[in-house]
């Protein structure tokens, strides 16, 4: 779509880069533009109008100015600022997670309404749920979805039969379950619970609302994390970094008890 | 065809590209630079140079607070006449120039050397938190000052640092966040003005 030369937008901020000596590149994602990246002129200066309102992990009400290279932001006024992100760090940190997961699978400005109305309710919800990291995993199914990845979870992705009620295998690369008859021959397989199983089934169906009055934690929680990061991995082809820092949060919740 | 086109003698040329690697020095500033540098006195030349290497050479990180010195400790650390009590944390070295600026914060400082950015893949392994852990284990620091950015990443690192000396019994405070000095209350952000709000002050 191309853009006026000066346009209004809704956007979440998903991320600051610094630019220069008092400015700042932001990575926005548009309901009507998808990714684009655009500059705040002075918005690391205590003074700056924009800065309070293109904070990280906020929903935003942007002006932008077509630029050279970047549009630049003209004025901003904040429609969300999920307050809960700044006082609670284990929040903080799966918001970040989510808004990097939607910041390298997306290219820049190609919209995708879905995923920005996905993106947005996750945002509601890890600001809100003490369920934050069902949250997550419902937002990666999801987001699979959107973008075009979903895995199949109905039948064997290989036979196509009728799944039975047992323990099957998972395959990131072959792109969703595979049913104990097809296994085999070289193909990389997770084993997959039949709860494992019920659960993405779920997440995939379902509002989050409904996935949050499901009790989903310990092994299971840990099984569905590992399928969705392996198959993330798979279609991404890159790696998170903020995995890592909250890999460093759960060892040290771990720690502490 | 052979490699016929001009090209600027390889020792300008090595100075542009050193140049360049400067942080704000584009391709054309540094070829300006450079032949600023040609035209000027050799004497000055050498002087640049020497600087840089003394740099290099002399200055090390404070053995006590992390900050940048060129004795260890630091004129801060050594300075008996300061506060021991209460210790301020900073991300960068220039945030103590600023904060010293004020002549309003009499204790001493720990500089982080970073901060923590989740989204770059900057963990607490990367800062000097473990030095920070060290030297409060004797116990003689009472306060703690956060004064790390007011952005996602300060932030995170202060809350992070604030989670990890929660069991020590110290006080543990945060830089106020409110309304800066030429702002306008049209253009706050929610945020800020809450703050601002719940820290107002009697006149």
């Given at each position: 779509?191309?853009?006026?030369?000066?346009?209004?937008?809704?956007?979440?901020?998903?991320?600051?880069?610094?630019?220069?000596?008092?400015?700042?590149?932001?990575?926005?994602?548009?309901?009507?533009?998808?990714?684009?990246?655009?500059?705040?002129?002075?918005?690391?200066?205590?003074?700056?109008?924009?800065?309070?309102?293109?904070?990280?992990?906020?929903?935003?009400?942007?002006?932008?100015?077509?630029?050279?290279?970047?549009?630049?932001?003209?004025?901003?006024?904040?429609?969300?600022?999920?307050?809960?992100?700044?006082?609670?760090?284990?929040?903080?940190?799966?918001?970040?997670?989510?808004?990097?997961?939607?910041?390298?699978?997306?290219?820049?400005?190609?919209?995708?309404?879905?995923?920005?109305?996905?993106?947005?309710?996750?945002?509601?919800?890890?600001?809100?749920?003490?369920?934050?990291?069902?949250?997550?995993r419902w937002?990666e199914v999801q987001?699979?979805?959107?973008?075009?990845?979903?895995?199949?979870?109905?039948?064997?992705?290989?036979?196509?039969?009728?799944?039975?009620?047992?323990?099957?295998?998972?395959?990131?690369?072959?792109?969703?379950?595979?049913?104990?008859?097809?296994?085999?021959?070289?193909?990389?397989?997770?084993?997959?619970?039949?709860?494992?199983?019920?659960i993405l089934r779920l997440m995939q169906h379902s509002?989050?609302?409904?996935v949050?009055?499901?009790?989903?934690?310990?092994?299971?929680?840990?099984?569905i994390?590992?399928?969705?990061?392996?198959?993330?991995?798979?279609?991404?082809?890159?790696?998170?970094?903020?995995?890592?820092?909250?890999?460093?949060?759960?060892?040290?919740?771990?720690?502490?008890? | 065809?052979?490699?016929?086109?001009?090209?600027?003698?390889?020792?300008?040329?090595?100075?542009?590209?050193?140049?360049?690697?400067?942080?704000?020095?584009?391709?054309?500033?540094?070829?300006?630079?450079?032949?600023?540098?040609?035209?000027?006195?050799?004497?000055?030349?050498?002087?640049?140079?020497?600087?840089?290497?003394?740099?290099?050479?002399?200055?090390?990180?404070?053995?006590?607070?992390?900050?940048?010195?060129?004795?260890?400790?630091?004129?801060?650390?050594?300075?008996?006449?300061?506060?021991?009590?209460?210790?301020?944390?900073?991300?960068?070295?220039?945030?103590?120039?600023?904060?010293?600026?004020?002549?309003?914060?009499?204790?001493?400082?720990?500089?982080?050397?970073?901060?923590?950015?989740?989204?770059?893949?900057?963990?607490?392994?990367?800062?000097?938190?473990?030095?920070?852990?060290?030297?409060?284990?004797?116990?003689?620091?009472?306060?703690?000052?956060?004064?790390?950015?007011?952005?996602?990443?300060?932030?995170?690192?202060?809350?992070?640092?604030?989670?990890?000396?929660?069991?020590?019994?110290?006080?543990?405070?945060?830089?106020?966040?409110?309304?800066?000095?030429?702002?306008?209350?049209?253009?706050?952000?929610?945020?800020?003005?809450?703050?601002?709000?719940?820290?107002?002050?009697?006149?």
């Amino acid at each position: 779509m191309p853009r006026p030369r000066v346009y209004k937008t809704k956007a979440v901020v998903l991320r600051h880069r610094k630019l220069g000596e008092a400015d700042l590149i932001l990575t926005l994602y548009s309901p009507e533009l998808g990714k684009l990246d655009a500059v705040a002129k002075g918005a690391r200066k205590p003074t700056s109008r924009l800065a309070g309102h293109l904070e990280a992990l906020s929903h935003t009400n942007v002006m932008l100015a077509q630029g050279k290279s970047l549009d630049v932001v003209t004025q901003s006024q904040t429609i969300e600022a999920f307050r809960a992100f700044w006082e609670d760090l284990e929040r903080m940190s799966r918001a970040v997670y989510v808004a990097e997961l939607v910041d390298k699978s997306t290219p820049e400005q190609q919209p995708n309404r879905a995923l920005y109305e996905l993106l947005l309710q996750t945002l509601r919800y890890l600001a809100e749920t003490a369920q934050i990291d069902v949250v997550v995993r419902w937002f990666e199914v999801q987001a699979l979805t959107v973008l075009g990845y979903r895995p199949r979870l109905d039948r064997c992705v290989r036979c196509q039969a009728d799944l039975t009620p047992v323990a099957n295998y998972f395959s990131a690369v072959a792109g969703g379950v595979i049913c104990h008859d097809c296994v085999g021959n070289g193909l990389i397989v997770r084993p997959l619970s039949l709860n494992a199983l019920k659960i993405l089934r779920l997440m995939q169906h379902s509002y989050v609302e409904q996935v949050l009055r499901v009790r989903i934690d310990g092994p299971l929680a840990d099984e569905i994390e590992g399928h969705l990061r392996e198959y993330l991995y798979t279609v991404l082809e890159r790696e998170m970094k903020s995995t890592s820092f909250l890999q460093v949060l759960k060892r040290e919740a771990l720690a502490g008890t | 065809m052979t490699n016929s086109i001009y090209t600027t003698a390889a020792p300008v040329a090595r100075l542009i590209e050193e140049l360049h690697k400067l942080p704000g020095i584009g391709p054309k500033s540094a070829q300006r630079l450079t032949y600023h540098l040609l035209r000027a006195p050799a004497e000055d030349a050498r002087a640049l140079a020497q600087a840089i290497l003394e740099v290099k050479e002399k200055i090390t990180l404070c053995s006590i607070c992390q900050n940048v010195t060129d004795a260890d400790p630091c004129s801060i650390c050594d300075d008996h006449g300061r506060d021991s009590a209460s210790l301020c944390v900073v991300e960068e070295p220039l945030d103590i120039l600023a904060l010293e600026r004020t002549r309003s914060f009499k204790g001493r400082y720990h500089v982080l050397h970073g901060v923590l950015s989740p989204m770059d893949g900057t963990g607490p392994g990367d800062l000097k938190i473990q030095e920070l852990l060290e030297r409060l284990r004797s116990g003689e620091v009472t306060e703690i000052i956060l004064a790390t950015n007011p952005n996602l990443e300060g932030e995170a690192t202060a809350m992070y640092i604030s989670r990890l000396l929660k069991p020590l019994d110290l006080r543990i405070t945060r830089l106020a966040r409110g309304l800066p000095m030429g702002g306008d209350l049209e253009y706050a952000d929610d945020v800020t003005l809450t703050r601002a709000l719940e820290g107002r002050q009697e006149v």
